[in-house]
């Protein structure tokens, strides 16, 4: 073989060798793109929804919106004016209180946990056990209640009506319907609606910005969908079913929706909550019985515990692998958004 037949056969067999190295370059890249890209279903299933809900009787106005701010960072909702509505759902801690249960009128220790009110609007139920239908019909209930703020509505009326800048507020959000539990539901609930998700790496990656969700997080939306079966209690926008499971926690002193709904499979049943911003509300579960999304997530690999109440039908060993609950958790992360801006209004006095 003279020196050229060589070089020839050589470049050849080096075009060869080289095309095979792309064509495996182009099907990896392939492959990984489509790892890294949302389905459209996806797209259209876990996109914000145009309107945030809201009752004719109450749309948001600024004005209504603004009273409604006040009246939340207002500790004299409280009978000791020492507790306010961001006690418990404190803006700098996920719209939560870090507190693995809540704590109420003279310290006591409550048994659930303050839920984050974080795209509250978007849900059927409020509250835990859901016995509340809509904001303005739970926003009373924790003013009232001797274990929560413990105040007479008599009393804040009374303790309202002196002050003239709440006068003022009030006229301007509810003209000529004064100051009254009502209105105090009615404003409460309006600022309520304006706490929405802002836009988290999940979304970003969704719209298509590259880099958006780390490769880990990638991986692990598809076990949250595959087998871990997550969507079978989280899914949608706000991820959530607005459903009631008992999800096997080794508690069971709180009988759940079943206090609500006497049927045997709420037992122990809690509302499904959101999962936005999951990384801001440690601890985690109605009870705070865990620290950590790592926590959370080998509960659920477990199974949950047998208990008093009927466990869900979802809750089964998932027989994850270590790489797959990194994967779930770095998931869980990529849900948590931009901080929300939000000011503290300076409050009306007399």
């Known amino acids: 073989m003279n020196s050229s037949t060589f070089y020839q056969k050589s470049l050849a067999k080096m075009?060869?060798?080289?095309?095979?190295?792309?064509?495996?370059s182009l099907a990896a890249t392939s492959a990984m793109a489509a790892e890294m890209k949302a389905?459209?279903?996806?797209?259209?299933?876990?996109?914000?929804?145009?309107?945030?809900?809201?009752?004719?009787?109450n749309m948001m106005t600024p004005e209504r919106i603004e009273l409604g701010k006040f009246l939340f960072f207002d500790p004299r909702l409280s009978g000791s004016n020492f507790i306010s509505c961001a006690t418990c759902h404190n803006p700098a801690l996920g719209w939560s209180d870090a507190q693995p249960t809540a704590v109420g009128h003279g310290m006591d220790i409550l048994g659930r946990?303050?839920?984050?009110i974080l795209n509250t609007a978007y849900q059927r139920?409020?509250?835990?056990?859901?016995?509340?239908?809509?904001?303005e019909e739970q926003a009373l209930g924790p003013i009232v209640a001797g274990g929560e703020m413990a105040?007479?509505?008599?009393?804040?009326?009374?303790?309202?009506?002196?002050?003239?800048?709440?006068i003022k507020l009030f006229e301007a959000a509810y003209p000529g319907e004064g100051i009254q539990g009502v209105t105090i539901a009615k404003a409460l609930a309006a600022f309520e609606r304006t706490i929405v998700s802002t836009d988290a790496p999940f979304d970003r990656w969704l719209k298509g910005v590259d880099?958006?969700?780390?490769?880990?997080?990638?991986?692990?939306?598809?076990?949250?969908?595959?087998?871990?079966?997550?969507?079978?209690?989280?899914?949608?926008?706000?991820?959530?079913?607005?459903?009631?499971?008992?999800?096997?926690?080794?508690?069971?002193?709180?009988?759940?929706?079943?206090?609500?709904?006497p049927i045997n499979i709420l037992k122990g049943a809690f509302k499904t909550p959101t999962l936005r911003d999951i990384d801001l509300t440690a601890p985690y579960?109605?009870?705070?019985?865990?620290?950590?999304?790592?926590?959370?997530?080998?509960?659920?690999?477990?199974?949950?515990?047998?208990?008093?109440?009927t466990l869900s039908p979802n809750?089964?060993?998932?027989?994850?692998?270590?790489?797959?609950?990194?994967?779930?958790?770095?998931?869980?992360?990529?849900?948590?958004?931009?901080?929300?801006?939000?000011?503290?209004?300076?409050?009306?006095?007399?």
């Open 39 to 57: 389905s459209d279903e996806d797209t259209q299933k876990y996109l914000r929804p145009m309107t945030v809900p809201q009752p004719a009787n």
């Open 285 to 309: 579960m109605h009870n705070g019985a865990y620290k950590t999304l790592q926590e959370v997530v080998e509960h659920y690999n477990g199974g949950g515990f047998e208990n008093a109440g």
């Open 211 to 261: 880099g958006a969700m780390s490769k880990s997080a990638i991986r692990g939306f598809g076990v949250f969908k595959g087998k871990a079966n997550c969507t079978a209690c989280h899914d949608g926008f706000n991820f959530t079913d607005d459903g009631f499971h008992n999800v096997g926690l080794n508690d069971m002193k709180d009988m759940g929706r079943y206090k609500i709904k």
């Open 125 to 135: 139920f409020q509250l835990w056990d859901g016995r509340a239908k809509t904001l």
């Open 113 to 116: 946990s303050s839920p984050t």
């Open 15 to 24: 075009v060869a060798t080289a095309l095979i190295g792309i064509s495996l």
């Open 315 to 350: 809750m089964k060993p998932l027989k994850l692998s270590k790489k797959e609950k990194k994967d779930l958790v770095e998931f869980l992360k990529s849900l948590t958004g931009d901080p929300m801006e939000i000011t503290i209004p300076q409050l009306p006095v007399k």
């Open 151 to 166: 105040q007479d509505m008599g009393s804040l009326i009374e303790e309202l009506s002196a002050i003239p800048g709440y």
